[in-house]
């Protein structure tokens, strides 16, 4: 962060209504990919994509955005899934230097499923930035 930029505080989410269709999968992307743009992250797009790809179903579903300046966290929340889920590797169209991790956890009536992007610099083990 340089100058007087305001910090990145994104923390929103929203409902989808189902039905596994492209109209319901493609307003998910079209809100993430507004949201992320508006935050200035838009190397998050790909697994962000994917993740929202992988997760279409017929049920009523969650989709959450946080992110700060180098980190993007995306979470979907189906109800009465049967199966887990995998995103594709390598994502297509992922930028050098995003990485990411995903995961999926069963919940009582459903599946969790997360990834967590990160878009900043990767800092090796040891480094101190603070000197």
Known sequence: ??????????HDAR???GGGGRDDTAAARDWMRKTLDTHGLSAAWPVADALIT???????????????ESTVVVQILRARTHHA??????????????????????TPDGLCLWATIATGPVIPPGVDDHH
């Open 15 to 17: 409902l989808f209504p």
């Open 85 to 106: 889920l995998r995103l594709p590797d390598p994502i297509p169209g992922l930028a050098d230097g995003v990485r990411h991790t995903y995961g999926t956890a069963r």
């Open 1 to 10: 962060m340089t100058g007087d930029a305001e910090p990145v505080r994104l």
């Open 54 to 68: 992988a997760a279409r179903t017929r049920r009523p579903w969650w989709l959450s955005l946080r992110a700060d």
